[in-house]
């Protein structure tokens, strides 16, 4: 609990500190670059992991193009979204649940909208068409988006998976963008974070990220259907989670041996 602790105080913290830069940035909104918006987020979430030692290993940055994407991420852990905004090498608007946790969290919520996230609602399919579209026109105007295609935590939808399945629709943002998908895999940030409440326990881990190859097949083939696209992302996000842990084990082997 004392890691929980360090952290939620240090988010307090943080964040009150940076009203003026709020101020500031929505008073004049086009002084500022997507990077320097961007700036304080990423800074934020790398000192959070260090206080609680979540060390992060990522791979692959350099197979990102320079264009902007969409970045499709697992979702195994509370704590992922402080993973994908320290190990990103690129400003981002990452998609949200339309969900009063999210609109109504002090300060945050403000954050959100600099960043151009957005949000989706679910349970609307003609909203949730509306943030697509959004979204897209984020990515046509140079802002790349991140999206968790699970719709919510791996375990909380099927335990027994490695990557659950996919809302396949997610995907049209890049159909729409006409822009590259980057499928980024977080591997081991299961246990990191104890449970699906507000308050709850961090464990220090070591976490590896890789970003794969960009996939360009919707843009060759634009009547590819989403779901035979996202059932080929997962699968090769559950190979390399398998990769990970075979590894992982060697690794463990070898040391028990030494």
């Excluded at 969409?70 to 990103?88: A, Q, T």
């Excluded at 996939?215 to 989403?226: F, M, S, V």
Aim: hydrophobic content about 40%; proline content about 6%; overall charge positive.
């Amino acid at each position: 609990m004392f890691n929980y602790l360090k952290f939620a105080i240090f988010q307090i913290i943080g964040f009150i500190s940076s009203l003026p830069l709020i101020r500031k940035i929505k008073k004049n909104p086009d002084n500022y670059s997507n990077e320097e918006k961007f700036k304080f987020l990423k800074k934020q979430a790398s000192k959070s992991l260090d206080l609680v030692n979540i060390k992060l290993n990522i791979l692959g940055k350099e197979r990102v193009p320079k264009e902007p994407v969409l970045f499709v991420i697992n979702h195994s852990s509370m704590l992922d979204s402080f993973i994908l905004i320290s190990s990103i090498p690129k400003p981002i608007g990452v998609v949200i649940a339309d969900v009063p946790t999210w609109r109504n969290i002090p300060i945050v919520r403000h954050w959100i909208d600099i960043t151009k996230s957005v949000y989706i609602n679910r349970e609307n399919n003609r909203e949730g068409v509306k943030s697509i579209n959004k979204c897209a026109e984020n990515i046509k105007e140079g802002q790349s988006m991140a999206i968790f295609p699970e719709g919510d935590l791996t375990w909380v939808k099927d335990p027994k998976s490695l990557v659950s399945d996919f809302r396949a629709g997610a995907l049209k943002i890049a159909y729409k963008a006409k822009c590259p998908i980057v499928p980024m895999v977080i591997k081991n940030s299961l246990g990191t974070y104890d449970g699906y409440e507000p308050v709850g326990k961090i464990h220090s881990k070591d976490v590896e990220i890789e970003f794969l190859d960009p996939i360009y097949d919707h843009l060759e083939n634009p009547r590819l259907k989403t779901v035979e696209l996202a059932k080929s992302i997962r699968e090769n996000m559950i190979d390399k989670m398998k990769q990970f842990q075979q590894k992982a084990g060697n690794k463990t082997i070898i040391e028990e041996i030494i």
